[in-house]
């Protein structure tokens, strides 16, 4: 229909034959207007208009880059948002000037800004601070303590909670007064029912570690362990990484067991947490096909507390500002410039030494020995408590 008008038929004519619009037809006379038909792209536009009706016009946008840099090779150098807006004072009147929010959008539309944006990177692999619990080859069971829960007309209570890092194992007892003694009985109870992990992680309190008062101190429950060959890990003071499994169960147990039922007693509060447990365990099981083999309860098995540990304890410690951690009451130069940095303190009993390793979280593989120290553990009574 263009060649017809081209070659001299009249618009109106052209519509009738062609059976389109007269403004149909028009559009395309004005879009090859000057264009040879071989040269004209017929392909559909967008309707949108080329620039939105709120949009700042590009020439002040232009201005505003052009500000920018102008003020860089100020005197001052500032050229931000606010320093930019100062400058067009002296420009446009009032209701001409973009507000501060629209110069920081044209700013990072265009590139133009200096703040480096903070960069998310992915989380470490559950149990990266220990390499075979990372690589799933070591189960790690985690205990925490829920403390001061208190009955009605009842006595405040604490509990003791653990979950398996790999498998579904877990548990929580109630006690009314938690010690190192009953801390040791639950967890003979429990691992004899389902048998002994690798590694047994807490947190620093002296119920779990033992006294803080005194120098080469290990409790009744870092004996334990070692007597049964679970290696003892505990986390760093005042840091969530490493206890997050044990917050996450904790959470979840209280929202699910303390918050959901009235318990009249402490028996009838063990008995709705024992319930719990059961079927959190059976709707986890699933992960128990994959998870590491737990060993089983030696036989026969008696806890001397006199007997002279053996075996290997460890600290995940974070150094301060001269690179020093403090283990067992003794403070440890590890490195000058690994300041406030994480490292695994492997304390090694049988080879009378401390072996610090620097960790970190965004190459968790990474983990080279930084210094090794000389450590004999005294030979002492140890008087329980």
Not at 326 to 334: A, I, P, T
Request: aromatic share 8%.
């Amino acid at each position: 229909m263009v060649v017809a008008v081209r070659r001299g038929l009249t618009q109106r004519a052209a519509a009738r034959r062609f059976r389109v619009g007269l403004s149909h037809l028009q559009y395309w006379l004005t879009r090859t207007r000057g264009q040879r038909l071989e040269q004209v792209d017929w392909s559909d536009q967008s309707h949108a208009p080329r620039q939105q009706g709120r949009q700042t016009k590009v020439s002040l946008q232009r201005r505003i880059l052009a500000l920018r840099r102008e003020l860089g090779r100020g005197d001052l150098g500032f050229v931000g948002a606010q320093a930019i807006h100062d400058a067009l004072l002296s420009e446009r009147p009032k209701g001409q000037r973009p507000s501060l929010r629209t110069i920081g959008r044209i700013l990072k539309t265009h590139g133009a800004l200096d703040a480096v944006r903070r960069v998310r990177r992915s989380s470490p692999p559950a149990g990266w601070y220990l390499p075979d619990v990372a690589a799933g080859t070591a189960e790690l069971d985690a205990f925490d303590v829920i403390e001061d829960l208190p009955l009605e007309a009842g006595p405040r209570l604490d509990v003791l909670t653990t979950r398996a890092l790999w498998g579904s194992v877990c548990g929580a007892w109630v006690s009314a007064a938690l010690r190192a003694r009953w801390l040791c009985e639950r967890l003979e109870t429990h691992w004899r029912a389902h048998g002994r992990p690798a590694y047994a992680q807490f947190d620093n309190d002296s119920r779990f570690q033992g006294t803080h008062t005194h120098l080469d101190v290990l409790g009744q429950v870092i004996r334990l362990c070692l007597s049964l060959g679970v290696t003892p890990v505990f986390a760093p003071p005042r840091e969530h990484g490493p206890q997050n499994l044990n917050e996450s169960f904790n959470h979840l147990w209280q929202q699910k067991v303390w918050h959901r039922f009235h318990h009249a007693s402490a028996q009838a509060f063990q008995a709705t947490s024992d319930r719990f447990v059961a079927a959190y365990r059976q709707r986890r099981a699933a992960r128990d096909d994959q998870s590491p083999q737990r060993r089983v309860f030696p036989k026969r098995w008696r806890l001397d507390l006199q007997q002279r540990p053996v075996g290997t304890v460890i600290y995940l410690r974070r150094t301060d500002d001269t690179g020093t951690i403090r283990v067992l009451g003794h403070r440890w130069e590890v490195d000058k410039l690994w300041v406030h940095r994480l490292v695994r303190a492997e304390v090694d009993l049988e080879a009378n030494q401390i072996r610090c390793y620097r960790l970190r979280r965004r190459a968790p593989e990474e983990q080279p020995l930084a210094k090794n120290f000389q450590y004999v553990f005294p030979k002492k009574h140890f008087h329980p408590t």
